[in-house]
């Protein structure tokens, strides 16, 4: 069927800031969408709220509009733009979600605009749980069998029906609390009277226990014809009871024959055709490791995280495909752009094993709870190709950046067998770790399998890991060994740990006998058919087959591995719209990455993809065969910062800032030096090593101080202190991690924090605007409100900073960017707190808001271009006419434990964008565009400091003005009511009820305002509120200046009255 | 111990001796099937070729009871890697033990990729799997362009006719080397299936008074298979309704006029799409032929088109015209591959006025 030529105009829905749960996959399948769509000659409308993206570039869309995914908008937009169809299965849940309601409203209907892909009818069979019932028993998919029941009897006679044992889920009980799983009618039971109890409306969940099943995906694509395929399957090696996100993936599947493979994937066609689905879809399922027995677990109806992780794994383009099939074509009209003869409608084959490891936030949230259940915690992910399982595993290993590059970097060798055969039963991000351990003190397969439920055919493969290890260890390194342990992708450090040789020894050894990495193509089929796409991965012990390139100039572009809290897609856009900016200057472009999420990894991006691990050894490889002109760094955020000294060691010359300069930034002295050059001061402070040096330090500078490490991102490690007890446990926590470099210890400074991302040609320098941070300095940049322009900065404070970012671009000898930030005191006191030679978070932002297109100015002056003569005049920029303002966002309510109070260490995931010509308007589309949508009850809670009772009352008196009812513990009631704020005494947490926690869990509260006290707060009680708020679906801020923007825009705003704006024509 | 894979181009490939250590002379194809390798080594269809897999890790699940017919078949077994430790709830020994018990020569530790490549480039060809260390290529080389598949249906067809019970429709499978599952995809539907030697009469299959034919898979070039052709135009003149797959297609197609050409390099894989030329749709079916009928050389007024390879357009399966006969070059009965088409034999079931 040929296109459908009805469709001109499509509205694009995006999935809006970085979540947990909802990453940048959506960017890559959104961008990739909308390519796609233009590429048909349909005009396409975006919305999307987070401005990190690249689908909201003007090049992707044609018109874009950075605004809050609320319904409201949507309907606003729709009268604005008239676009004849919207497609909502590229953004998520979000936007499925916000399309859904459009629809049910009848709003689509009465303004002829239709949902094309896939049909509300559908969406709605595959998300409402009884239909979706329904509709699988029609066709005779299994699905686990469940009931919800409100008393003992029926969840007996339930149980007694399904068989045990049963999982039982208690409704709206905290985190799934007082659930379980019952082996028979007695604990059944027990734990069925106590979650009844437990459960605020008296149900509980009675379902068939599947956990320890293997769990399986398959991604499927149908069309309007009713032609289906599946692009790829995969395994969980975490058997069910693991979100898949957070589940080691393997695809395709290993240890299903085909009987089981084609048995699964005739029931995901079987669902997908009865759905009616026409676009992608992903079917998980359920498969009792010892029959044929298996249940659907869930059905995504659209491109999701797994969609993406097939699309890479196979090089099919799920979401590309997906879009010309909501225009109306069939698959198999739609040419396979990988290989450029096939066609969409068959079904790629691997000739490679590709491996996924989840990237977990845990060493941001230090006190969070590991366990990994079926509540997904991973930010980010890593993928890894290779032609045997292990090696696939080994580098997945080391592309998570998290200190981690063998199954011996977490050390167990202290727990006794007992202790270890406990902790086998735990479900974590180091499980791996253990099971090596329990494999090297000869623990049967069987007995780890008993406790896993892990598969035997995995646990073999960590013991020829294992085994390789004691074989490095105990023998002669021969070539043969060294061939061996290099096929299963052992890193050369790690042979030279075992083997007691240095590295570089490894290193010669391995190229005197020809063990040098090869690369082998991903080309959909299994090389049945000639490929025109280059994606490569390495393998060793076979034969090269990367075209050599010559002609033009190649640049190596380095990527920024996977999204973690600190370096997020931000750092993607960068790297993409420097390689595209490379390309139009008539570069040949080489990306390197890891990350399936990502647009970068994208098959068309770079001439040349290499998805590989981003560590030196696995660069180098690279580099040995390419031999590129240059390799650009300061697009990929810190983990191609690292890289800098590396490359020069290889004999890359590094494009831009040098990395001597990039040296000076962050080692302390240099700087301190360049500084007192330049006449600008900085907050005074000294370099430690130890907890003594630190303290001594500190109390020369005076309390509070600021402690941190060099050479990281995102506040890492990052504390302030306000006692020789806070300098002890945090220098601690800091050397739990070796420490290449000293640690930082400053003092800290109460002003408003600026930011400043700048472009310099190494005589001129462009500051495209300045952002203004809402918090005060102590909260990290990552997780302030920023606006752009500045609101209250002196012209004379503007110009300092101005000059202060000319003399420290021009001193540290920049080329390309430059990122500052400045804390500025009273008037016109301008300090400098920090200086990053480099791309920033900031980057899309502020492009996006000023309309000036810093990442292809910067790749354009790296390469020799002056500011000038690309048509800018240099200096600070002229304010653009609106006010834009940056919302962080955080996933706290995804991991249990962590503690959500802001401070110098980063924890937000994502963010969003109010853009208006107010900056009530800007910071009310901010604040919902962040999914604080308010008044809804109207009572709030406060618990302040004592020094923020002041702040508190001109808060409390703003919010009680337009109708808000203030609970507030002792004190803060007592100052609010002194001074005539009406607010209503609670007890505290310990306190019998009714107390503050019961005020939480009644369901009625809107907001919390908590203020924990500086330094190393330990107060359980504050760590309670605050967990249980955001758990229940409270707002929480803990800091006084988000409070009071948050009022200002609640004050200040009508929603019917937004304005929208098409950010492509800000100019 | 070492083997070695040396290819008619000259080129040799070394790797780990696997299964039988002796040597073998055969044509070399490839599959892409990343399941199923224990359907693959069962299909009688590759009696005179030696196999290569694509997918690098072979043997994941062991030797399961999934064989599609009494024994292994290809002269030889070429992989990347075989797994060191089977597992699946029905495995019963590994794959190593079972190619030696097979007597099956084989090589591991091949770059198949590179492999698959040459055979892609040049097309299929010779090839030997030798352990000796001092094979001398001026010798080899001439023995391996001198390799013929022969005539193996008659090596790989039943001995003597035997019946699957059923009490449904009596259906006469002719084995020209038939898969398992073509039988058993009748036999579920109720049938009564007779399984006759490839070299039966067509008068004994005639006066047997079968409700359908059906003609099945089977090894070798089709044009060798003289014979049974000429059977099989007596076949066609019956009004008794005939499907027929691959081989069995293939046959039908010259028993009526038309020719076959060798293939580059074959359709081996669980992955190729092929489309219904009535209704538009398209199925992803489960291949194996190296031969594939001539489209132009069909006379329109005997057989029509009624299936084509969506990648490169060859004929995928023939509607005869004022006749009851359907055949396809795919595998409805799927093992290994997609069960996609497999609705073909409830149109079969049609064919011979439904089940009974």
């Given at each position: 069927m040929p296109k459908d030529n009805s469709i001109k105009k499509v509205l694009v829905i995006g999935s809006g800031p970085i979540i947990i749960g909802q990453a940048a996959e959506f960017d890559y399948a959104g961008t990739q969408a909308c390519r796609s769509l233009k590429e048909e000659g349909i005009e396409v409308v975006l919305l999307n709220s987070n401005p990190a993206t690249i689908m909201t570039d003007k090049d992707i869309a044609d018109k874009v509009y950075i605004e809050p995914l609320t319904v409201e908008v949507v309907e606003q937009l729709i009268r604005k733009e008239q676009p004849d169809s919207v497609l909502p299965t590229l953004g998520g849940q979000a936007g499925l979600n916000l399309a859904m309601e459009l629809e049910e409203a009848g709003f689509l209907k009465n303004n002829d605009v239709r949902l094309i892909g896939t049909t509300s009818e559908t969406i709605r069979k595959a998300e409402d749980r009884l239909e979706f019932k329904a509709t699988m028993e029609k066709i005779g998919e299994p699905v686990a069998a469940s009931l919800v029941v409100e008393n003992v009897a029926d969840g007996l006679s339930f149980a007694n029906e399904i068989g045990y044992p049963v999982v039982l889920r208690p409704a709206y009980t905290l985190g799934g609390s007082g659930g379980g799983i019952a082996q028979n009618s007695e604990q059944l039971v027990e734990i069925l009277e106590n979650g009844l109890r437990l459960s605020r409306v008296g149900q509980v969940l009675v379902e068939r226990c599947i956990a320890g099943w293997k769990e399986i995906e398959y991604e499927v694509m149908r069309d309007s014809n009713g032609n289906c395929i599946t692009v790829c399957n995969m395994e969980n090696i975490d058997p069910v009871g693991v979100h898949t996100g957070d589940s080691i993936v393997v695809a395709p599947s290993q240890t299903l024959g085909d009987k089981e493979y084609q048995m699964l994937r005739t029931s995901a066609l079987n669902i997908i055709s009865e759905l009616n689905i026409t676009g992608g879809c992903n079917v998980q399922y359920a498969l009792n490791p010892v029959s044929f027995e298996y249940c659907v677990i869930e059905v995504n109806p659209r491109v999701s995280r797994s969609s993406a992780l097939a699309s890479k794994a196979t090089g099919y383009p799920i979401a590309k495909v997906a879009a010309k099939i909501a225009l109306g074509y069939t698959l198999d009209e739609i040419k396979n752009a990988i290989t450029g003869k096939t066609y969409a409608s068959f079904e790629p084959m691997l000739d490679y094993c590709v491996v996924k490891i989840p990237r977990l936030p845990f060493d941001k949230f230090i006190s969070a709870k590991r366990t990994l259940t079926t509540q997904m915690k991973a930010t980010g992910e890593v993928m890894s190709i290779c032609d045997n399982f292990e090696g696939a595993l080994m580098k997945a290993i080391r592309s998570l950046e998290q200190h981690v590059d063998s199954l011996m970097s977490y050390d167990f060798t202290e727990l006794s067998d007992e202790e270890l055969t406990e902790k086998l039963a735990l479900v974590d991000d180091m499980r791996i770790w253990r099971i090596a351990e329990a494999i090297r003190r000869n623990m049967t397969y069987d007995h780890i399998h008993e406790i896993t439920k892990i598969d035997h055919w995995f646990i073999d493969k960590l013991a020829i890991l294992v085994e390789m290890e004691q074989a490095l260890k105990t023998e002669e390194l021969t070539p043969e060994l060294l061939k061996e342990a290099k096929r299963i992708e052992f890193p050369d450090n790690v042979i030279a740990a075992l083997t007691g040789k240095s590295e570089e020894e490894i290193h010669d050894m391995r190229h005197a006998n020809g063990i040098v990495a090869a690369y082998k193509m991903v080309d959909t089929c299994a090389a049945e058919f000639a490929a025109a796409t280059p994606y490569y991965y390495s393998v060793y012990g076979r034969e090269n087959e990367v075209e050599e390139t010559h002609g033009r100039k190649k640049v190596l572009v380095l990527g920024s591995g996977p999204i973690r809290i600190g370096q997020g897609i931000e750092f993607d856009f960068c790297s993409v719209h420097c390689t595209w900016a490379f390309s139009k200057e008539g570069y040949e472009t080489i990306i390197v990455n890891n990350n399936p999420e990502t647009v970068s990894t994208d098959f068309d991006i770079a001439d040349k993809l290499y998805f590989e691990p981003l560590t030196p050894e696995d660069v180098k490889s690279i580099v040995d065969l390419e031999r590129p002109d240059g390799a650009v760094v300061q697009f990929g955020g810190q983990t191609a910062i690292k890289l800098t000294e590396s490359l020069m060691k290889m004999g890359v010359p590094i494009l831009g800032t040098s990395a001597e300069n990039v040296d000076k930034a962050e080692d302390r002295e240099l700087f301190d030096e360049i500084l007192e050059e330049c006449q600008i001061p900085r907050p005074t402070g000294g370099t430690v090593f130890t907890a003594e040096e630190a303290k001594e330090v500190a109390n020369r500078l005076g309390y509070p101080v600021l402690v941190r490490p060099s050479y990281v991102l995102g506040g890492q490690g990052m504390q302030i202190a306000i006692n020789d007890h806070d300098i002890d446990e945090f220098i601690g926590i800091i050397n739990r991690i070796a420490q290449d470099h000293p640690i930082l210890v400053d003092k800290y400074l109460q002003g408003k924090e600026i930011e400043v991302d700048a472009v310099c040609d190494g005589e001129d320098i462009l500051i495209p605007g300045i952002m203004e941070h809402i918090e005060r300095a102590g909260i990290h940049s990552g997780d302030s409100i920023s606006v752009y322009p500045s609101q209250s900065l002196s012209q004379a404070a503007k110009d300092k900073i101005a000059e202060y970012t000319r003399r420290l671009a021009k001193s540290l000898h920049v080329i390309g960017l430059i990122n500052i930030q400045f804390i500025v005191c009273g008037d016109e006191d301008v300090y400098v707190i920090e200086v990053n030679p480099r791309s920033s978070r900031t980057v899309p932002y502020i492009s996006k808001v000023t309309g000036i297109p810093i990442v292809p100015l910067a790749t354009k002056v790296i390469i020799g271009g002056k500011i000038r003569e690309l048509g800018y005049t240099p200096g600070l920029q002229k304010e653009a006419e609106y006010i834009a303002i940056k919302m962080p966002v955080f996933s706290f309510e995804k991991i249990r434990g962590a503690d959500i109070s802001l401070g110098p260490e980063m924890k937000s995931t994502g963010e969003c964008l109010g853009i208006a010509k107010t900056f009530?308007?800007?910071?009310?589309?901010?604040?919902?565009?962040?999914?604080?949508?308010?008044?809804?009850?109207?009572?709030?809670?406060?618990?302040?400091?004592?020094?923020?009772?002041?702040?508190?009352?001109?808060?409390?008196?703003?919010?009680?003005?337009?109708?808000?009812?203030?609970?507030?513990?002792?004190?803060?009631?007592?100052?609010?009511?002194?001074?005539?704020?009406?607010?209503?005494?609670?007890?505290?947490?310990?306190?019998?009820?009714?107390?503050?926690?019961?005020?939480?869990?009644?369901?009625?509260?809107?907001?919390?305002?908590?203020?924990?006290?500086?330094?190393?707060?330990?107060?359980?009680?504050?760590?309670?509120?605050?967990?249980?708020?955001?758990?229940?679906?409270?707002?929480?801020?803990?800091?006084?200046?988000?409070?009071?923007?948050?009022?200002?825009?609640?004050?200040?705003?009508?929603?019917?009255?937004?304005?929208?704006?098409?950010?492509?024509?800000?100019? | 111990m070492k083997a070695f894979l040396i290819l008619e181009d000259g080129t040799v490939f070394t790797g780990k001796s696997i299964g039988s250590k002796r040597e073998m002379i055969s044509e070399i194809v490839f599959n892409t099937s990343m399941t199923g390798y224990l359907e693959v080594l069962t299909d009688p269809s590759y009696a005179g070729q030696a196999v290569v897999m694509t997918y690098p890790l072979i043997g994941n699940y062991g030797i399961t009871p999934d064989m599609e017919s009494k024994k292994a078949w290809p002269d030889g077994y070429i992989v990347r890697e075989l797994s060191r430790l089977p597992s699946n709830f029905r495995c019963e020994g590994t794959i190593q033990d079972f190619l030696e018990k097979q007597d099956i020569p084989g090589i591991a530790d091949v770059d198949t990729r590179a492999l698959t490549k040459i055979l892609r480039e040049k097309g299929t060809m010779n090839g030997m799997i030798t352990t000796d260390e001092n094979y001398n290529l001026e010798e080899i080389l001439p023995k391996l362009k001198a390799y013929r598949v022969g005539d193996v249906v008659s090596k790989v067809t039943c001995s003597e006719k035997y019946v699957l019970e059923g009490s449904g429709k009596k259906v006469a499978l002719l084995d020209l080397g038939a898969k398992n599952n073509i039988a058993s995809s009748l036999n579920k539907r109720g049938c009564e299936v007779t399984v006759y030697p490839a070299h039966t009469t067509a008068d004994e299959i005639i006066s047997a008074n079968p409700d359908g034919i059906m003609l099945s898979n089977g090894p070798g070039d089709p044009a060798d298979c003289t014979s049974i052709i000429e059977e099989i135009k007596k076949l066609y003149q019956t009004d008794i309704p005939v499907f027929a797959i691959c081989l069995g297609h293939q046959l039908m197609?010259?028993?009526?006029?038309?020719?076959?050409?060798?293939?580059?390099?074959?359709?081996?894989?669980?992955?190729?799409?092929?489309?219904?030329?009535?209704?538009?749709?398209?199925?992803?079916?489960?291949?194996?032929?190296?031969?594939?009928?001539?489209?132009?050389?069909?006379?329109?007024?005997?057989?029509?088109?009624?299936?084509?390879?969506?990648?490169?357009?060859?004929?995928?399966?023939?509607?005869?015209?004022?006749?009851?006969?359907?055949?396809?070059?795919?595998?409805?009965?799927?093992?290994?591959?997609?069960?996609?088409?497999?609705?073909?034999?409830?149109?079969?079931?049609?064919?011979?006025?439904?089940?009974?």
């Open positions: 009530g308007e800007a910071l009310y589309k901010a604040f919902i565009g962040a999914g604080i949508k308010l008044p809804k009850f109207k009572n709030m809670i406060m618990t302040v400091r004592d020094e923020d009772h002041q702040d508190a009352v001109e808060i409390g008196r703003r919010f009680a003005a337009i109708g808000y009812r203030i609970f507030a513990t002792s004190g803060t009631a007592r100052a609010l009511n002194e001074a005539g704020v009406k607010a209503i005494p609670v007890r505290k947490i310990e306190q019998e009820s009714p107390n503050l926690l019961d005020l939480i869990l009644g369901h009625e509260i809107d907001l919390v305002i908590d203020i924990p006290a500086q330094g190393a707060d330990h107060s359980r009680d504050g760590f309670i509120i605050r967990r249980n708020a955001i758990e229940t679906g409270v707002n929480v801020l803990t800091s006084m200046d988000t409070a009071q923007a948050l009022i200002t825009s609640l004050e200040n705003t009508d929603i019917q009255k937004l304005t929208l704006i098409d950010i492509s024509t800000v100019q | 197609a010259l028993a009526t006029g038309a020719t076959t050409h060798k293939l580059k390099y074959g359709h081996r894989g669980g992955n190729h799409p092929v489309k219904d030329l009535k209704t538009g749709k398209v199925y992803i079916s489960s291949q194996n032929h190296g031969y594939v009928v001539d489209d132009e050389s069909v006379n329109q007024e005997i057989a029509v088109p009624a299936f084509v390879n969506v990648n490169d357009e060859t004929n995928e399966g023939l509607e005869y015209r004022g006749k009851n006969i359907f055949t396809v070059q795919f595998h409805p009965e799927a093992c290994p591959g997609p069960q996609d088409s497999g609705y073909l034999f409830d149109r079969f079931m049609e064919m011979m006025g439904g089940a009974k």
